[in-house]
């Protein structure tokens, strides 16, 4: 394995420094390859290094931002203001070729608005997405795309997306021939959005892509497609639903029978089996798969959950390092070269 | 108790009379006051009454319908045709007053559009909206709307159902004052789509509505709000990604340890601990709260699940008893009066 090196957007998120930092150095002790610069104020991200140790400081550096993007600022006026920011500059460094991809947990939109002014998206792209990766029933993995990165979609823009999770479950996943579902709210043709009907009937006229049809959102886990289309908004409304019902089902788990006075041996045989359906539940931990990757630029971008603690932004910083190693921008590229026509 | 008369369309949702005639006796069992207009093809229906007891049959009259509204139609076309259906001869039955509430597991935006023309949605409101409640983590319920009767809906729309949504917290659950929240992708002021955010605006403005903002997705089952106001779309996907979840968790606790030797006191344990977790989860089995409300009509409409079992449609049927016990329709009309200015 060689080298590479992350930029690390510092100040993103809601606790910025306080969970960024952390997390970078659990991310170096678990990679001894990786470099990251931290993008910031030098004020704030350096009382958080105090207990690095030498060989981590080597093999990080702090890159000083003078400000911060605003997580609650229009994107617009965000980004128009974006000058200096810790998130501007951990995206220019991307650009720069310092850094091979970005990592922020800053305001969605003007991370989306920013990353595709500075890195540009691929050719025959009009928006990136942002995608994750969901485990499902079948033991499988469903891609999902997009969650939050466009608000409104165009048919067109949802059969893009399409094809942008097929290669991504093609050339990542190792998916030989991917089926691809369109979200909607019923199986049938009359269903929904006339955004969807006319992207499907855009999807069904693709020889290259293997599209089965409308799934509804109960499928989200089953498996029955392995990539999954919507616009952001609701993608973004399905991720958070299905994260709230996973928190809930985890803290009840954890505190089923807590309280209560029983016998020592049935305690802890509670222990023991509640211990062992946590296991089961807990590749569903929204912490186990924090960070969609913005998907459709000439580089790599991650986005991870705003409210991420150290754990789940670990989980985000080693996402960049899987797709920069496994080349995601440049395979989709490659892929969407010889799917789409050449635009003029 | 008085006695009731409900309309059954019995020839709606996947499995027509093979789960509706069933679940039919079983609501007939449950309820000594309770009389059933089963509408639908007589030779569809008879054969599942063999098991009936001379009782049950006193109770239970079949009405029939020479057609059945296909699930897959366009509601437009299907309205066009609906003369003679299941579904509109059900509503008929509501409207002439033979009966006081009409339940159907048939196509959603058919039953939502022949109930508008046939009912009338009381004054001030556009148009009706699919309503149901949830249980929450504060052991509280929440009131969830739109869940799929208007797939696009302007800011207006979003906010009477906020009104509507209000109004049955508050009469038919007794919550003082009931929150009220627009579900969006973030909880900022800048977020989501602009139908939203003027919808926002409204509410804010109205001093007789308890509004609390934005709540992201994450928070549907936390309690934070007693009334949760969406467009259809987002509804309906949020519903259903609920229930997937929810149904992965319940079959993945149910096979826990399935298949393995083991002895069998542990066996016995497991099973007594597994039925312990089951039934802290089994409020939230789609199973048991099957049955959205169409609120704003001048009459009671329940629609079921189209894949309810018999369980889940008696469930349904539970559902139209309690609103007509509740007078919800008169109650939403009473107050909408008082609150909204009386259309010219």
Redesign the interface.
Known sequence: MIDLTLALDAMGGDYGPAVTVPAALQALDANPHLHLLLVGSPDAITPFLARADFEQRSRLQIIPAKSVVA????PAQAIRASRGTSMRVALELVKEGRAQACISAGNTGALMGLAKSLLKPVDNIERPALMTVLPN?QCGKTVVLDL?AN??CSSRMLAQFAIMGSVMAQEVLGIERPRVAL?N??E???K??ESIRDASAQLKADPLINYIGYL???????GKTDVLV?D???G??????????????LS??KG??EGKKSAWW?LL??RW?QN??MR??SH?NPDQYNGACLLGLRGTVIKSHGAANQRAFAVAIEQAVQAVQRQVPQRIAARLESVLPKSD
Chains 1, 2 share one sequence.
């Open positions: 997580s609650d600022a229009r029933q939050g608000i409104e979200l709210i019923g049938e043709e009359t929904g959005r509804e959102a109960n499928d989200l886990l089953t919507c952001g908004f609701v973004n409304v399905t991720l958070k639903t299905m994260e709230g019902v996973v928190r809930m089902f009840v788990l089923q029978g049935l045989l509670k089996l062992r359906l089961r539940f569903l």
